[in-house]
């Protein structure tokens, strides 16, 4: 039995959103689902420039996890760029 999952702390605002292809109805696009402490762990370190650790200690998470999550985030963003597919923003546990 697996260990239950440790809420993050994320600044990332949850609105449902979708990040798609322009000119093609979401309707007709594969849909890939970005758990929010992805997009946190993304935007924590790629675009603010945090190492694994900071990004970890904001996140009240470990910085292996912190290395599992943007591996998981980094290959959903790279699968939806290159294959056109849409980004849906799925609700994980964050405080």
Excluded: H, W
Aim: hydrophobic share 35%; proline share 2%.
């Amino acid at each position: 039995m697996s260990r239950n999952k440790k809420s993050r702390m994320c600044e990332c605002e949850f609105k449902g959103k979708a990040y798609k292809p322009s000119g093609i109805p979401l309707s007709r696009l594969d849909k890939i689902a970005l758990q929010l402490d992805e997009l946190e762990a993304l935007k924590l370190c790629d675009m603010d420039g945090l190492t694994q650790v900071e990004a970890g200690l904001r996140m009240g998470i470990s910085r292996g996890t912190v290395q599992r999550i943007l591996t998981s985030g980094r290959k959903k963003v790279a699968t939806a760029l290159s294959q056109c597919k849409a980004l849906v923003m799925e609700k994980t546990i964050c405080k």
